[in-house]
């Protein structure tokens, strides 16, 4: 009944919104004189015709088409003006307060300002809007050739560690979308299968407004993708290749590095048909080293086994998409995409175990055993997306737009651990098998209306989330020792959820302040089954989540915004996965299939300053989390630690974000971002039916700092940085992280070809770059290892464009899959 009342509530809104909003308006088409293809971003003014005094104002969308109501009756003179081309005035009157007129604004290139802009070429790469910041993807010369993990980590609030593990205000948890459209895999592994070439914006919206999935504890990252303007052909190439490496961890294989991309994209007329696809071999080797010790108080015992050896990677995927654009006319636009991918992952970790077992009083050893321990880890996934998306604009500037999305990824693999003597390495004393079968598929259903009403627009909508995923796990070992034990690492385990959410909110502008207020609501489903559990794990939500942002604009270069925001980061399947793994010989990894959600309650109150030639932004923020995911360690046998998800009560953070660029002449560019926040978690966590209190907290920094040098003649340097300091976890410490970058390219052909030098993970032998220390204990254990891996990489890379990629196309790309990979 409450489900139906909202409906009806909503549609009468909708409906009443759309009669009564009608009033007198210009609107059109931003044109090239020349070639006909549309602007985007050009500014467009109403002025008095007498006194030139500004009546109305909006920037044209990426198709160029521009709308201004709420004109009373009089004379009028549009005014447009875009960079690189001669301001274009109309005169023009309104003589009905229900006029509306409908005309198309021809620009013409300007010789002088073009030359200035090439010279110069000084193009905004950060944008501070209402709701999201926006970075160019094409500064980050580091990323070019690899992939959009590459380019995401420079942004001020993103840090990546040693695992590739991505956070965002330290936070891990973030909803993903390409293009607008949200994934329902992993985003680590989706972003790591598009190529960062193919990149032209990344979007971070950390107060998200109503009208996104309320997924992601840490905001939305929105990846934006490039294509053709102008009708024609265009076509990018983008090749890569490693050079042998320099550092030697004596593992058993030399890395592989090579790679290469293309997009072609046809548009004629109705029609812009894009086709890309990439291949990406990126194997890294290093080395671990690790120490660990059990305590077993009944027997008076300590037991150590300290590891040392290899830890490498082979790693490849390819791919293709392709995004089919049909704009029947300004009223009627469909979208058709689809993308399918292959991504394998090896990872081996070949260790010599020192163990040894002492009195805990004396200190006498009890026994020793050195052995080897060979642990191959392979993860396989096939990667099927498909979509489609329906718009129509109707005539009092209402819009109606429906989205269908589905996906598919079959995800397998197998995980192998060995036990040999040593140093002879021809004895097998145990082989332990996990192989799996973990399939996921899902769909998303899309409403959206907006409508002007009053000075602003009213947008509403219903969504509809629906994936299931059905894993089958297995245990092998040989031996058999103990046939009950073994059991409990075999079994199925499945889960679905099932999410309807309906939205409303409202967004204006009066004076100089911007505003947009909503609410969603959301009731979700959660059924997990677990073979070895005679009922499901059921888990029904009902929740309220409003959101608020606001904009005040000083000046032409201050500005301050506000915003709220409360979200949900949801489990993924392998948190609720309760079925053991043998991750290592030390180390065994299990879910909670009875495991809450995060709930986050975000308020972040900035400034923003942008001129000729710095722009500056600052954010505060305050970020309250309820329930926070706590991966964790307890003794399961006197030589294997069992690594556990668990809630914790609360975790807090406060911080501040700063991000700036700099361009003091034309020869340097300065970028630096910068996140400092105290973070602390604190309450009970349950381990088995065990309630341990935690209370840790410090503070958190990161920094990504970016510069380059003009050096003429077609050359450019830059340096970068990306550094991430200690941070705590619930159990211990991660470690710093560093990682340095050099890159120099030179340009030919009027810029249609580039040929560069990548200088990856600098060490020089003293930075400690690459590698990251993790150390958790308890009452009766301690472990730290570290993790290092390949420093001083080199790379060539190899770009042509027969014609400028430069705008943004709605590419496909998967979610669900991504996250269980």
Do not use: C
């Not at 200035?116 to 193009?123: L, S, T």
């Not at 609720?576 to 010989?585: F, G, V």
């Amino acid at each position: 009944m409450r489900h139906k009342l909202f409906f009806s509530t909503l549609l009468l809104i909708l409906f009443w919104s759309n009669t009564m909003a009608q009033n007198a308006s210009i609107k059109g088409l931003i044109l090239e004189n020349k070639t006909q293809a549309p602007i985007e971003y050009a500014s467009v003014s109403v002025l008095e015709k007498n006194d030139g005094k500004i009546i109305k104002g909006t920037l044209s969308e990426k198709n160029g088409k521009f709308t201004l109501s709420e004109l009373s009756i009089g004379n009028y003179s549009l005014k447009v003006v875009s960079i690189g081309y001669e301001t274009n005035i109309i005169d023009f009157s309104i003589s009905s307060k229900h006029q509306e007129i409908v005309l198309d604004v021809k620009m013409n290139l300007s010789g002088k300002v073009l030359n200035e802009v090439v010279v110069k070429g000084a193009k905004n790469t950060i944008t501070n809007k209402l709701d999201k910041q926006t970075y160019k993807a094409n500064q980050f010369e580091s990323a070019k050739g690899g992939n959009a993990v590459d380019a995401l980590k420079n942004l001020p609030s993103v840090a990546v560690n040693s695992e590739g593990e991505i956070s965002v205000r330290g936070a891990t948890g973030f909803l993903l979308l390409v293009n607008g459209k949200p994934v329902l895999t992993d985003a680590q592994t989706i972003l790591s299968q598009i190529p960062a070439n193919t990149v032209e914006n990344i979007e971070l919206i950390t107060a998200p407004s109503a009208k996104y999935e309320a997924d992601g504890k840490a905001g939305i990252i929105n990846i934006v993708t490039k294509k053709g303007t102008t009708d024609g052909t265009s076509l990018q190439v983008n090749v890569l290749a490693g050079l042998p490496s320099t550092t030697d961890y004596d593992n058993l294989e030399n890395p592989i590095r090579f790679g290469g991309d293309f997009t072609v994209d046809f548009k004629q007329k109705k029609w812009d048909i894009l086709v890309s696809g990439n291949y990406n071999r990126n194997d890294a080797n290093g080395k671990r080293e690790g120490d660990v010790y059990t305590k077993n108080f009944e027997n008076n015992t300590i037991t150590k086994f300290p590891s040392i050896g290899e830890r490498s990677f082979d790693r490849y995927n390819y791919g293709g998409r392709t995004a089919i654009t049909y704009t029947a006319n300004d009223k009627n636009i469909f979208n058709l995409g689809f993308f399918a991918s292959k991504k394998y992952q090896e990872r081996r970790a070949d260790l010599v175990y020192n163990n040894s077992t002492e009195d805990l009083t004396t200190g006498e050893v009890l026994n020793a055993l050195t052995y080897f321990n060979s642990n191959l880890q392979e993860k396989e996934g096939n990667f099927v997306l498909s979509s489609f998306d329906y718009t129509h604009n109707f005539e009092n500037k209402s819009k109606l737009s429906g989205a269908f999305i589905y996906e598919y990824a079959n995800l397998y693999g197998n995980t192998v651990n060995k036990n040999l003597d040593y140093p002879e390495k021809t004895n097998i004393f145990q082989e332990v098998n996990n192989p799996y079968t973990n399939p996921i598929n899902g769909y998303r259903i899309k409403l959206d209306y907006s409508t002007p009403l009053g000075k602003g627009k009213l947008e509403s909508g219903y969504q509809l989330r629906n994936d299931k995923q059905d894993g089958k796990f297995d245990y092998i070992v040989d031996p058999i020792v103990d046939p009950i034990e073994d059991a409990k690492f075999r079994g199925t385990a499945k889960s679905s959820n099932i999410i309807n959410a309906v939205y409303s909110q409202y967004s204006g502008e009066h004076l100089k302040l911007k505003y947009i207020a909503g609410l969603r609501y959301e009731y979700s489903e959660r059924k997990v089954e677990i073979s070895t559990d005679s009922q499901p794990h059921l888990l029904n939500l009902s929740n309220l989540l409003p959101s608020a942002n606001l904009l005040y604009t000083f000046n032409e270069t201050w500005s301050s915004k506000l915003g709220y925001s409360k979200r949900i980061q949801r489990n993924n399947n392998f948190e609720l996965n309760p079925i053991p793994e043998r991750e290592h010989s030390e180390t065994l990894e299990q879910g909670d299939p009875d495991l809450l959600p995060q709930f986050v309650d975000l308020v972040e109150l900035g400034i923003n300053y942008n001129s000729k030639k710095t722009s500056f932004f600052s954010t505060l923020y305050f970020q309250n989390v309820k329930n926070p995911i706590q991966r964790v360690n307890n003794v399961y046998a006197d030589t294997i630690l069992n690594r556990l998800f668990t809630n914790a009560e609360n975790a807090k953070s406060i911080g501040i974000e700063i991000g700036t660029n700099y361009k003091p002449n034309k020869w340097l560019t300065a970028y630096l971002g910068a996140n400092i926040y105290n973070y602390k978690v604190s309450g009970g966590l349950e381990i088995f039916d065990t309630t341990t209190e935690v209370n840790n907290q410090d503070w958190v920094y990161s920094i990504n700092m970016n510069t380059t040098f003009d050096l003429g003649k077609n050359w450019n340097l830059q340096a970068n940085v990306n550094y991430l300091s200690a941070r705590p976890t619930a159990q211990g410490e991660d470690s710093r992280f560093l990682s340095p970058n050099t890159s120099i390219k030179k340009t030919f052909l009027d810029g249609k070809m580039t040929v560069g030098l990548q200088w990856q993970n600098m060490d020089l032998g003293f930075m400690n770059s690459n590698q990251q220390r993790i150390t958790t204990s308890g009452p009766d254990f301690y472990t730290t290892t570290n993790y290092i891996y390949e420093t001083d990489v080199f790379l060539l890379n190899f770009s042509y464009n027969f014609n400028k990629l430069n705008n943004k196309t709605k590419l496909p790309s998967s979610e669900i899959g991504e996250k269980e990979f």
